[in-house]
């Protein structure tokens, strides 16, 4: 019985603590695919071929139901990969829409036409694959309008937390945030548009001052997962919970024992 989360990295594990709070009955089995980050430098047909044989691992492994708890592989693979067809009885979901019905005030899964929503002026932080995507920008169109959003390419910081250096990660934020505030000097709302950043989450609100209403994926979309799940209990699959890298299992687990602050080890994928 385990629901499978997907990541490049370290970074799905922001969701992952996040869904276990909420949901500590279910099993998850987290997919790190370290060995190929980041994601967020490569083009959007390897972030896609990457990004849908990790989800064939976990979908061969038992889990009927995957989130790609990525940003870029959310941007780059998601809708392809269901337009494409999946297979009897599996599901893949993203991380983009929990975020945007969050920021549009919506109730989960709610698809009704775009209206004016309270806030006009929104900081995206992402990777440069997210960014050059334009998916965040796409998704927000369906459900709101009026909504001006003035994206960042966070280069580096997805490095730099996969490496351990959170030093360098959080001189990194603190540059692409001044970079933001040139183009746009007031946002109401910043959204962390990569499932590492919730781990310098403190380092960006504090750049962007207390004025700044910092969206953070983690909780929003164990939030809209625990509402899927209600609806959706034959999907908790089958098989057992752990956590699968495709880089060196010992240092995957030693940054994840980190960064959760409980002891995490990886198994080779
Ligand atoms: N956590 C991934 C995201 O949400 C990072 C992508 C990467 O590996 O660059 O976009």
């Given at each position: 019985m385990a629901v499978g989360i997907f990541d490049s990295g370290l970074g799905g594990l922001t969701v992952l603590s996040a869904a276990q709070k909420r949901l500590p009955e279910v099993d998850f089995l987290y997919f790190g695919d370290s060995a190929h980050a980041?994601?967020?430098?490569?083009?959007?047909?390897?972030?896609?071929?990457l990004t849908r044989s990790a989800v064939q691992a976990l979908w061969d492994r038992g889990c009927d139901l995957v989130i790609l708890a990525c940003n870029t592989a959310s941007a780059a693979a998601l809708r392809r990969m269901q337009e494409g067809g999946l297979p009897p009885g599996k599901?893949?979901?993203?991380?983009?829409?929990?975020?945007?019905?969050?920021l549009t005030e919506?109730?989960?899964?709610?698809?009704?036409?775009?209206?004016?929503?309270?806030?006009k002026h929104v900081a995206l932080f992402a990777t440069p694959a997210t960014v050059a995507s334009r998916a965040f920008q796409r998704e927000l169109a369906f459900r709101a309008i009026g909504v001006d959003v003035e994206a960042q390419a966070c280069g580096g910081v997805v490095d730099a937390i996969e490496e351990g250096d959170m030093i360098l990660a959080e001189a990194l934020v603190r540059s692409h945030v001044d970079a933001l505030k040139r183009k746009m000097p007031e946002p109401e709302a910043a959204i962390l548009g990569c499932t590492h950043y919730p781990l310098m989450e403190s380092v960006f609100q504090e750049a962007l001052g207390p004025r700044v209403r910092v969206f953070s994926q983690a909780e929003i979309v164990a939030a809209s997962l625990e509402d899927y799940l209600d609806r959706h209990p034959d999907m908790l699959g089958r098989g057992r919970g752990g956590f699968l890298t495709t880089g060196d299992p010992a240092k995957?687990?030693?940054?994840?024992?980190?960064?959760l602050r409980r002891r995490i080890t990886f198994e080779a994928a």
């Open positions: 980041p994601y967020g430098v490569r083009d959007a047909e390897d972030v896609f071929n599901r893949v979901l993203g991380v983009f829409v929990p975020l945007i019905e969050a919506r109730q989960w899964g709610d698809n009704s036409p775009p209206r004016e929503v309270a806030i995957v687990s030693d940054r994840a024992t980190q960064f």
